[in-house]
Each structure stands twice: as structure tokens, then as C-alpha cells.
């Protein structure tokens, strides 16, 4: 029993693990994975594809919150972005009910646009909510200083919304985050992927049963305190990180403290 936790939480976790025990992948999924498998052209068919036999693709929310409140020198968004008004929550909840259709069941979806902890806690929690109850396994992707700005927001999003996984992105092509206006390298970075790792250690300590990941710049070897490296390296292989990483970030360490629920966070850097 985790830290904590109620006797039918338990029930409820054991019965969810011998679940999985008389059937690993459900059949669904397995349906899910063929059509994936046959849709590919028979050239990408090669025996390293994961796509169609490990996984059946990712998804993405769009237009939950467009506005940002950052301004780094890398940014994907429009000019407009910050104009923008994001769509209703049930056109949100919408497109993860057809997400759901794409991917099949554990699917993996970003919840992320702008910077998505904008979007008030309400409204995100609910996005959360329907993404669990309908058999996705939703992500959070975030810049992080909402958590620095408000303490008491992720372990709301972890309590109330059933949170799991969060990649907090740190580089140093970022500009607006507190405390950190301009930084020389991405080592000048660690004291506040350090703090990110801190929190996810407090919460863990309060909730129970979460495991973190860090993801890190080329050559450095060092992990936030309280976390051992993992002798696996996601140099070539995107996947073996338990949360979805940013495109176009380099190969780094995958470090963990080793159990639990599946929860992680993803520190992410630049070159």
C-alpha cells in the first residue's frame, strides 16, 4: 500500500495490476496496433519500427491555450498567439474522445498549446479528468514557473485531476522565467531544474508513488539530488523515456527514483 493511501485504493490498485496480468495488452489495443502496423508503407516496416508494435502514435491537444507568457528566442507560436482566445473545454474534451478513437487505450496525449497551466486550475483539471476516464494517459507539457508562481497547483493537478506525467521544459533559449532573465549556458540551468525535481520529491513524500525522469543537456553527467541514474540512455531511442519528450532535444540521461505509479517529470534542455 502506498504512503497514505486508503485500504480501497489499494483494492483498487491490486485489482487494476492482476488486470494486467491476464492480459498485458487488451485486445483493443492489439487491433489498434495491426491497423497502425498495416498502414505503414511496407519500406518503414523495418524491425526496429515501434510504431504499429510498441506504440500506436501520439496525440496532442490544439487550442486549449494558445497564449504564452514567455517570450523565448526558439518560439513556435504565431505573432497572434498571445490575441488568441483558446477554444471551450468541450471542444477540448471533444478532440481527446477522438484522440482516443486514434490511439486506442493508454494512449499518450500532450496536454499542452501555449503554456497550459494559463488555463485556469478548473478547467484543467477537467481536461485531465476526461483524459483518464476515457483510457488515455494524459502528459502535461509546461515552462514550469506556473508551479514556482503557485505552489499549490501541481499537487492539485496530481490529487484532482489524476496527473501522472509532466515535462517541464528548461533552456536556455527561454526568456521570462523568474529569477533567471538571461543565463550563460545550460548549466547556469540546473539550480531550477533542481528546484522542479524538489517538487516532484515533495509531492511524492505527501501523495505517495510517483518516479521522476530527467532529461538533460549533451555531457552532463550530473542528476537533481535525490535522484540515481539509470544506465539506459535515450540517445537513440526516444521511447525509453517514460514521458514524451519536445522534438528536436537532445539525447540525454534518463535518471529515476524507481517506482510507483508510473508518474514522472521530464527536465528537458538545449544543446
Not at 493537478?157 to 521544459?169: I, Y
Not at 533559449?173 to 520529491?201: H, S
Not at 515533495?202 to 544506465?231: A, M, N, W
Request: proline content about 7%; glycine content about 10%; aromatic content about 2%.
Amino acid at each position: 500500500m502506498r504512503p497514505g493511501s486508503r485500504p480501497s485504493e489499494a483494492l483498487k490498485s491490486l485489482t487494476s495490476a492482476l488486470g494486467l496480468l491476464r492480459e498485458p495488452v487488451p485486445a483493443e489495443k492489439k487491433a489498434t496496433l495491426k491497423r497502425r502496423w498495416e498502414a505503414l508503407e511496407p519500406k518503414l516496416r523495418y524491425p526496429t519500427q515501434g510504431l504499429g508494435r510498441q506504440a500506436t502514435g501520439c496525440g496532442a491537444t490544439v487550442g486549449a491555450q494558445p497564449r504564452c507568457d514567455f517570450d523565448c528566442t526558439s518560439c513556435y507560436l504565431g505573432e497572434d498567439a498571445n490575441l488568441a482566445r483558446p477554444l471551450h473545454v468541450d471542444d477540448i474534451l471533444l478532440q481527446l474522445d477522438r484522440l482516443r478513437q486514434h490511439l486506442g487505450p493508454k494512449g499518450n496525449v500532450q496536454i499542452t498549446d501555449g503554456e497550459i497551466t494559463l488555463l485556469s486550475r478548473d478547467k484543467l483539471i477537467a481536461i485531465l479528468c476526461h483524459a483518464r476516464k476515457i483510457g488515455l494517459i494524459p502528459m502535461l507539457m509546461t515552462h514550469g514557473d506556473g508551479f514556482r508562481r503557485d505552489a499549490s497547483l501541481l499537487p492539485a493537478l496530481v490529487r484532482d485531476g489524476g496527473l501522472m506525467e509532466v515535462a517541464v521544459h528548461v533552456d536556455s533559449t527561454q526568456r521570462g522565467r523568474r529569477g533567471y532573465k538571461k543565463v550563460a549556458d545550460e548549466v547556469a540551468l540546473n539550480p531550477v531544474r533542481e528546484e522542479f525535481a524538489g517538487m516532484i520529491r515533495e509531492d511524492t513524500s505527501r501523495q505517495g508513488g510517483c518516479s521522476c525522469s530527467c532529461k538533460k543537456p549533451v555531457g552532463d553527467r550530473s542528476s537533481p539530488r535525490g535522484l540515481k541514474t539509470c544506465p539506459r540512455s535515450t540517445s537513440r531511442s526516444r521511447t525509453s523515456c517514460p514521458a514524451s519528450t519536445p522534438w528536436g532535444t537532445p539525447p540525454a540521461t534518463h535518471c529515476g527514483t524507481g517506482s510507483g505509479d508510473g508518474s514522472s517529470c521530464v527536465l528537458t534542455g538545449t544543446r
